[in-house]
């Protein structure tokens, strides 16, 4: 099939760039597993590079799930009504009801 015809053919394009932005990245990470052990073979550099994304994976999840869990610690109680069941004062008189609890409308 030729490079310009198929409705699909944007996708791949798109993909094929995201793709190339990456590269630049992958050889840095391969340059850095073969630093770690430069006498390894290319599955061992594999295996590494999976430790490191691991590595990088977990800490990224920790810090997104600490961000998540700071404005849930004492944020009721100094922006909402002081009675830590009111809606925050951004969000006061735009809550909708479902079974007795609040929801958010943005």
Known sequence: MPASSG???PVLALLDKAVGVQAPLV???IARARQRNPEATPAEVVRTLER????????TGA???ATAAAPAVGGHRRRGRGDGGGACCR???RA???GGRGFFLA
């Open 52 to 59: 490191m994304f691991v590595s990088a994976l977990a800490g």
């Open 7 to 9: 409705p699909g053919q």
């Open 91 to 93: 969000y006061r008189g």
């Open 96 to 98: 909708g009801a479902v």
């Open 27 to 29: 050889r840095k990470n």
């Open 63 to 65: 810090a997104v799930g």
